[in-house]
């Protein structure tokens, strides 16, 4: 049974990007536009992990985060940050806000997969 994988983004062509690569690598993927439909999404689909943008309208990634973790139901799926923060110390305050890991953008479509292969198994990135 393939892994499950919510990508939490709202940019289209981000969304497909991540999207198309996941599928060629065999994940099930579903597609969340905001952080507060990923939180609804997460407890209806129950995915092994989240890509979750954290820059995004209705609800950003950082509050989605803090929700998801504090919902005893989903608090345990992996969340790999996605962002374009690339700042001294934004790795380390995305980390605290509740991310297993994260991934700057633009992404890197090669090791995307092996990420969120060693995310899922527990390993360090």
């Known amino acids: 049974m393939p892994y499950k994988i919510l ?3 709202d940019n289209e062509k981000n969304r497909k990007l991540m999207k198309d690569i996941l599928e060629y690598h065999g994940y099930e993927v579903y597609l969340a536009e905001n952080g507060k439909e990923s939180i609804e999404m997460a407890k209806r689909i129950k995915p092994d992990l989240i890509l979750m943008d954290m820059q995004m309208p209705v609800l950003d990634g950082f ?3 803090k929700k998801i973790r504090q ?3 989903i608090k345990h799926i992996k969340i790999i940050a996605v962002t374009s923060f690339a700042m001294p ?3 380390e305050r995305v ?5 297993d890991s994260y991934i700057a ?3 890197d479509t090669r090791a995307l997969p092996e990420i969120i ?3 899922i198994e527990g ?3």
């Open 7 to 9: 990508i939490c983004e």
């Open 63 to 65: 509050e989605a985060i």
């Open 71 to 73: 919902d005893s139901e």
């Open 89 to 91: 110390g934004d790795k």
């Open 95 to 99: 980390l605290q806000a509740g991310a």
């Open 105 to 107: 953008k633009p992404i």
């Open 117 to 119: 292969k060693k995310v």
């Open 123 to 125: 390993e360090k990135p």
